[in-house]
């Protein structure tokens, strides 16, 4: 079992920076891929940003070059800094994570971009 608690949401004008953290635990020794999703009010949820094998990382098209993602093995916790952001980044940011074959989420975080 791997838990995964989000933390850093909250609210900023278009233009502005917010960094997302969330912190893994329990059976993090097999967790091959950790990232980051976002499920927009009327939307499906849709992936971030995501690290894959420790060191590979993808991104959504539209959050390319704004956002970057990263991972503190010694601290457990991915991060997700979040620069330049646009009122369509307005939405609940869950962190995920895949162990053992099993995807695990968190319970998501509100980020809130105002115009």
Do not use: H
């Not at 989000?6 to 893994?24: D, F, N, T």
């Not at 991060?79 to 968190?106: F, H, I």
């Amino acid at each position: 079992q791997v838990q995964l608690v989000e933390s850093g949401g909250g609210l900023v004008q278009a233009g502005g920076s917010l960094r997302l953290s969330c912190a893994a635990s329990g059976s993090i020794f097999s967790i091959n891929a950790m990232g980051w999703y976002r499920q927009a009010p009327g939307k499906q949820r849709e992936l971030v940003a995501a690290i894959i094998s420790g060191s590979s990382t993808n991104y959504a098209d539209s959050v390319k070059g704004r956002f970057t993602i990263s991972r503190d093995n010694a601290k457990n916790t991915v991060y997700l800094q979040m620069n330049s952001l646009k009122p369509e980044d307005t939405a609940v940011y869950y962190c995920w994570g895949r162990s053992g074959g099993m995807d695990y989420w968190g319970k998501g975080t509100l980020v809130t971009v105002s115009s």
